[in-house]
């Protein structure tokens, strides 16, 4: 039992894995902060245009 605790401790064979999920939780992550910073702005600019439209007159030509 201790051969076989020494060889798992020394092995790596799945640190790639461990590396591969890591680095795409943190993509996963990077990207679910920019889809909300983007629609927080988007939501705002899209009531500044209806503010904007709601409160000039345009003249029909």
């Given at each position: 039992?201790?051969?076989f605790l020494k060889n798992f401790h020394r092995s790596e064979c799945g640190a790639v894995t461990v590396d591969w999920v890591v680095l795409c939780a943190a993509i996963v992550g990077l990207a679910i902060v920019i889809v909300t910073t983007?629609?927080?702005g988007a939501l705002t600019l899209?009531?500044?245009v209806g503010t904007?439209?709601?409160t000039h007159f345009f003249a029909d030509e």
């Open positions: 039992m201790i051969r983007m629609q927080s899209a009531d500044n904007f439209f709601d």
